[in-house]
């Protein structure tokens, strides 16, 4: 026993010694690693950091060239300036800016003007007011590029802001801080596009007249675009209202695997396809499929399954913008916006009734491949048909409450969340009851 106990005391050192020099081998061959690591930790966080900036600066005011397009070729500025100031029409006035849905930066604006507009001494029907705003660089998406006296608008870009940014109104209607990622369901793009003197090149490349490309731009009305319109030349569906769809928000994408109403692709090759084929920027885009001459007539014709310039504007901007794009999480709703007693009973609704079997928390979309039949959801395949997997992709239903004005599916078929649901009810058989149906539209507003 007494022999045990010494051989005991004996182990110990041998022990201790033991693990001592196991964790000091331990920290010989990790020791080194250990503050790397900390130091390309820090290094990560800086260029996550330095990336996300160098992405909100694209997403923001970054046109990749397109004034080639919206100004030298399409001439949207002359229409902008008016005759008064050397280009064509009246002009645009603010107030008119105001009414396509285009919006204004408040912190763009310097100091006095602010004090000015909220004393109403800011003249909003001089087209010269609009000119000014460009200037400073405060019209949410759209930059003007000014010749050197600083008078004349030489020529106009567009940026991804245009149809993915509001703001909060948080001086007037349409003045206020930009809200990064918010769809912007009052714009009307096929009304600002329309303003473009010269449409020639769009009516070449549909083979139509111009009349024609103005006929299916003024069918858009507010919150749409056609994304589709130079790859099929469809402008209309086959029951006579606009083929173009709800610009969606540009927000809650992380994790999401294809996007698009209908799964084009990833967030990245989406944005390589609209910087280059919609915005008209100067890049390198890649895509076989638009080769298809029989879906894609007009792409194929034109070539864009394969566009190469010199120099490429958007390529290196790729990579910053997909980060930044990621980055940005839906909005919460506001207190009071929904009854969260009533949403927590539509919480089981949700995930008792089918809704999870497709959107799966917290994404709300499923991970893996997101796609659907037209069969399957019980709606027809216009819009699928003109993508390449005829099918439509999950929508995630983040931050619904931000975009609730012009409808719901793609095409905005649904005008209210109740009518979603009611679809549902139908195609699924659900059988909800009036309180089931009410607490799920309470549940969907509070995502
Ligand atoms: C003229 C308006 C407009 C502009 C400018 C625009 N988009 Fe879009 N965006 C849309 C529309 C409309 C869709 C839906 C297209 C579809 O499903 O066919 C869309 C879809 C998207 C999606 C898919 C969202 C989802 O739910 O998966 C992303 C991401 C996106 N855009 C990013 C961008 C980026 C980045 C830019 C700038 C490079 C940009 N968009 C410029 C109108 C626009
Ligand atoms: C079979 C898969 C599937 C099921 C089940 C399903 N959804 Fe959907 N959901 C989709 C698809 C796909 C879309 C996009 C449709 C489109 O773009 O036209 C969508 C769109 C929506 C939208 C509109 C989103 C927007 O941005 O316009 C809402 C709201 C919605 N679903 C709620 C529900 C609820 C509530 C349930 C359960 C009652 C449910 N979904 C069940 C696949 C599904």
Not at 194 to 205: G, I
Not at 209 to 234: C, I, M, N, S, Y
Not at 374 to 399: C, N, V, W
């Amino acid at each position: 026993m007494l022999l045990r106990y010494r051989q005991f005391l004996v182990a110990i050192p041998l022990l201790a010694a033991f693990v001592v020099a196991g964790s000091a081998a331990a920290r010989s061959d990790d020791g080194g690693d250990q503050s790397r690591d900390t130091q390309l930790d820090r290094a990560t966080d800086e260029s996550a950091q330095h990336t996300l900036d160098e992405g909100r600066r694209i997403f923001r005011y970054d046109t990749f060239g397109d004034e080639a397009f919206w100004g030298d070729t399409v001439k949207l500025h002359q229409a902008i300036e008016g005759s008064s100031h050397g280009g064509v029409g009246p002009g645009v006035s603010p107030k008119t800016a105001l009414a396509v849905g285009l919006k204004v930066d408040l912190d763009a604006l310097p100091d006095a003007l602010i004090e000015n507009l909220k004393k109403g001494q800011v003249n909003l029907d001089d087209p010269g007011t609009t000119l000014a705003l460009l200037k400073l660089n405060a019209v949410v998406g759209v930059t003007g590029v000014f010749d050197t006296s600083g008078v004349m608008l030489r020529t106009i870009g567009i940026q991804c802001a245009l149809c993915h940014s509001t703001v909060d109104n948080s001086l007037a209607p349409g003045i206020g801080h930009r809200l990064d990622g918010w769809a912007n369901r009052d714009l009307n793009v096929g009304a600002i596009v329309s303003l473009a003197p010269d449409l020639s090149v769009v009516a070449t490349l549909l083979g139509v007249d111009q009349a024609a490309v103005r006929t299916v731009l003024a069918a858009w009305g507010p919150g749409k675009f056609d994304a589709e319109l130079l790859l099929d030349g469809k402008g209309f569906r086959p029951d006579g209202k606009t083929a173009a769809t709800l610009i969606p928000p540009a927000f809650g994408l992380a994790g999401v695997n294809l996007h698009t109403w209908t799964g084009w692709g990833s967030v990245t090759y989406w944005n390589a396809f609209v910087a280059n084929l919609e915005m008209h920027g100067k890049g390198t885009f890649f895509d076989p499929r638009l080769n298809d001459a029989t879906r894609f007539p007009v792409a194929a014709r034109a070539g864009f399954g394969s566009v190469h310039n010199d120099p490429d504007l958007i390529t290196s901007k790729l990579p910053a913008l997909h980060f930044y794009q990621l980055g940005l999480h839906a909005p919460k709703p506001p207190p009071g916006s929904f009854d969260p007693e009533a949403a927590a009973r539509g919480k089981q609704v949700f995930e008792s009734k089918r809704c999870t079997s497709c959107h799966v928390p917290p994404i709300f979309t499923e991970p893996g491949w997101n796609m659907h039949t037209p069969q399957e959801l019980g709606i027809d395949s216009f819009q699928a048909d003109r993508a390449p997997d005829q099918r439509y992709r999950t929508a995630p239903l983040k931050g619904l409450w931000t975009h609730v004005k012009g409808g719901f599916y793609h095409d905005g078929r649904f005008a209210t969340l109740g009518d979603v649901v009611d679809h549902y009810n139908a195609q699924f058989s659900l059988g909800l009851t009036d309180q089931e149906t009410s607490d799920l539209i309470q549940y969907l507003m509070s995502l």
